[in-house]
Structure formats: C-alpha cells, structure tokens
C-alpha cells in the first residue's frame, strides 16, 4: 500500500555534507508525518527529523543547525540536509511515514518504513 524508498547515502569526511530523499509510493494512504530516523552499530533507533502535512518540523538537539528536513509534494518525497556531518553521525538512516487510510467511514492508522540508506561519516 505504501512504498518508501530512500536514497543519497554514502560515505563522507567530517565536514561534509549528504542529502537524503525519501520518495513515498502511496495510493489511499494519507500521509500526516514523515519522519527520519537513524540507528547506528549497538544503539538504539533515535528520532532525527520530521516534518508534519502542516510543515511543522523537529530536530533532535543532535542535529539542530546541522540538518534540514523538508518536502516536495509535487514528488512525494521529503529530504534530509546534512551538513557538517561528524562521525557520530554514521548510522543507518531509515524514513518512516505515519498515517491513516479510510475505511469504512473510519480513519486506520498506521505507519511504513523505508528499507534504510546507510551514512558513514570517516573522521
């Protein structure tokens, strides 16, 4: 039903910068989020960015003046700004999107996830 496919992953020396997309598949899902989320070797999956149908948007205080999360409608895709990667920053990044579809009347939420892109930051 929802299909979400990142890409723009790679490897980049501290200091540089990466920008992700995640292009989303849909046909009667309303997305009302979508959010990037990463998860490095040994921790655990931690929230990075998100951006609302609204356009509100929120950062982890790891990324806050580093990353931008944005979207293009148009294309169904949100992308993730990456600049002045550090090392700690190496993770895979995954997108995830949350929403409802309509049946019978009544909303039906839920959420989909991308297959991951990884992102490794050499020091």
């Known amino acids: 039903q929802v299909q979400l496919v990142e890409s723009g992953g790679g490897l980049v020396q501290a200091g540089g910068s990466l920008r992700l997309s995640c292009a989303a598949s849909?046909?009667?899902?309303?997305?009302?989020?979508v959010g990037w989320y990463r998860q490095a070797p040994g921790k655990q999956r931690e929230l990075v960015a998100a951006i609302t149908s609204g356009g509100s948007t929120n950062y982890a205080d790891s990324v806050k003046g580093r990353f931008i999360i944005s979207r293009d409608n148009a294309k169904n895709t949100v992308y993730l700004q990456m600049n002045s990667l550090k090392p700690e920053d190496t993770a895979v990044y995954h997108c995830?999107?949350?929403?409802?579809?309509?049946?019978?009347?009544?909303?039906?939420?839920?959420?989909?996830w991308g297959q991951g892109t990884q992102v490794t930051v050499s020091s």
């Open positions: 849909v046909s009667t899902f309303t997305i009302n989020r």
């Open positions: 995830n999107a949350f929403g409802y579809t309509i049946v019978a009347g009544r909303s039906n939420w839920d959420d989909y």
